[in-house]
Nanobody
Framework: QVQPVESGGGLVQAGGSLRLSCAGSGRTFGWKTVGWFRQAPGKEREFVASISWSGGSIYYADSVKGRFTISRDNAKNTVYLQMSSLKPEDTAVYYC????????????????WGQGTQVTVSS
């Protein structure tokens, strides 16, 4: 199974914004629930946000609520993560994962991961 490709990371100052993209392939991507995760150095990968295929069900981790917005454009096979009011603690490699499931406020990923995109927030 081909995993989506993440892009849009970079270096930004605290308080700034970035928009990450998760580009899927194939006709089924638009039917998949997609989640964003991140992994900071020395820490485990953690859930950030997820969105159902229709966009009707969205979950966020408490640490990003009110600052990050997940959305999708199924015509473009792309899921976005708009990140605002960034903090140094948001520094991590960000990964998207497609085809998992949402339940009880979180997303359960499939075991396949892409390369991720690095986000670095300077203080």
């Amino acid at each position: 199974q081909v995993q989506p490709v993440e892009s849009g990371g970079g270096l930004v100052q605290a308080g700034g914004s970035l928009r990450l993209s998760c580009a899927g392939s194939g006709r089924t991507f638009g039917w998949k629930t997609v989640g964003w995760f991140r992994q900071a150095p020395g820490k485990e990968r953690e859930f950030v946000a997820s969105i159902s295929w229709s966009g009707g069900s969205i979950y966020y981790a408490d640490s990003v609520k009110g600052r990050f917005t997940i959305s999708r454009d199924n015509a473009k096979n792309t899921v976005y993560l708009q990140m605002s009011s960034l903090k140094p603690e948001d520094t991590a490699v960000y990964y998207c994962n497609a085809g998992g499931s949402q339940n009880s406020g979180t997303y359960y990923p499939t075991p396949d991961w892409g390369q991720g995109t690095q986000v670095t927030v300077s203080s």
